[in-house]
């Protein structure tokens, strides 16, 4: 069974760091693209950030600059470096494959307040 476990979210202020990571269960992990995802409060899902199995990224222009995605395919993990935080970015993260979703995670809240 698929297992995706998000963490290192947090209360952080505008303009400071935090370093998201996803733990993934499944031989599926190193063969996918994956995604770091989104949900603000009342909006719908968006990928934010992928990597392909061979390490091209892709980003959303809100966050191009910002933040930077990464893998280890032996340790089955996908992390998130995001940089600069605003507002805006405030949402709960998630992981998942690109395209072929699997089963979600409970994602990981990062709230950026003053």
């Known amino acids: 069974q698929v297992q995706l476990v998000e963490s290192g979210g947090g209360l952080v202020q505008p303009g400071e760091s935090l370093r998201l990571s996803c733990a993934a269960s499944?031989?599926?992990?190193?063969?996918?693209?994956m995604g770091w995802y989104r949900r603000a409060p009342g909006k719908q899902r968006e990928l934010v950030a992928s990597?392909?199995?061979?390490?091209?990224?892709n980003y959303a222009d809100s966050v191009k600059g910002r933040f930077t995605i990464s893998r280890v395919n032996g340790k089955r993990t996908l992390y998130l470096q995001m940089n600069s935080l605003k507002s805006e970015d405030t949402a709960v993260y998630y992981c998942?494959?690109?395209?072929?979703?699997?089963?979600w995670g409970q994602g990981t809240q990062v709230t950026v307040s003053s």
């Open positions: 990597i392909t199995s061979g390490g091209s990224t």
């Open positions: 499944g031989s599926f992990f190193s063969i996918s693209t």
């Open positions: 998942n494959s690109v395209g072929l979703l699997r089963s």
